[in-house]
């Protein structure tokens, strides 16, 4: 079956964002969702956990290009933390922080610093989602319940998975406003972004727990295992880590999963779960049509990104691997930027140095084209700028 406009969320027609350009931006594939037990829509949001949410939200805004379009907080009658809702595309995010000394988002700060808490995800029925989701044993979080406004009615409830990450989950089918009940609008500057869809959000867990959260997501969602790296593809001389990815049918949702693997010194998954104290959130894939464009807007604004050593593209593996690519490879070299080819196509990706203070959560750039991958070939090279990092940071 082919998609149509239809099936879009809400999110992706008001980014513009027609079936054949989102089949290029995410690698999305035909899917009928009619046999899922837990059938996705699509992503919701990203609601992060900060200790500022007023200079985060400013920092997304003026750097990343994101709109703020809703707000609560103590002028709306929230009187236990602000709340920004910001959208770039198809991307939305929600950055809370803790304003009444007592709020719980003090808490969950003051263990994990500033970090994604929820990936919220569109569905089309909350009460069926949940009740295949009992069967299966996972966490019920939030009952299926309403919450109501003058702008309709949202359908919500939320299962646990991976630390204290959690993904609500959303029936906006029958709701206006311009979030959900408590948010007022707040229309920002108009920005251009340099992203326009989420391409895949990565988790990273304790030694041992990779293949039972894999389990999780495919007994618990109906997810499928789309890709799978260990052992030499990935580890570099001092550290290694294995990786699964579980996506939708369609792949519109993809979630890789990172366990870390025994190598010479501590591992970034080691490094990750020791600042992040415990499981969580280790980067959002950020799909863009000009990754050039964006990398050089973002350098501009004083985004720091992952070095690539020289050597990388001058390998000549490498050039043989990937062939011809829509920009030449100096291009590429000037700016960091790393090429991977698969069987269905290609696509360049940059990583951005963590966001915050702890070396944890950062940002991804992917432009596919064709590809249906993750960069396999470009692990030994991210590896090994992040170790140069660690080592930065004394953390090796």
Known sequence: MTLSIDELTAAERAADLDPERLRRLIGLVEHDTAADPFPVTGWDAVVWTVGNATQTSLFLQTVFGMRLTAYSGPETGNRDHRAYVLQAGAVRFVVRGGVDPASALHDHHRTHGDGVSDVALEVPDVDRCIAHARAQGATILDEPHDVS???????????????????????????????LPGFTARLGTPRTPVFEALD???????????????????????????????????????????????????????????????????????????FHAGPGVQHLALACDDICHAVDVLAERGVEFLATPDSYYSDPELRARIGEV???????????????????????????????????????????????????GNFKALFEAIEREQERRGNS
């Open 149 to 179: 406004d003058e702008h309709g009615t949202v359908r919500l409830a939320a299962i646990a998975t991976y630390g204290r990450t959690r993904h609500t989950l959303v029936d906006r089918s029958r709701y206006t406003g311009p979030y």
């Open 200 to 274: 895949h959000v990565v988790g990273n867990v304790e030694l041992g727990r990779m293949d039972s959260w894999v389990d999780f997501y495919g007994r618990v969602m109906g997810f499928r295992n789309m890709a799978e790296f260990v052992g030499d593809d990935i580890a570099t001389n001092y550290s290694a880590l294995m990786s699964k990815v579980v996506a939708s049918g369609d792949h519109r949702v993809k979630f890789p999963l990172n366990e870390p693997a025994p190598g010479r010194k501590r591992s970034q998954i080691d490094e990750f779960l020791d």
């Open 326 to 376: 829509r920009v030449p490879i100096e291009e590429l070299q000037s700016r960091g930027i790393l090429v991977d080819r698969d069987e269905d196509g290609y696509l360049l990706q940059i990583f951005t140095a963590p966001l915050g203070d702890r070396p944890t959560v950062f940002f991804e750039l992917i432009e596919r084209h064709g590809s249906l991958g993750f960069g396999k």
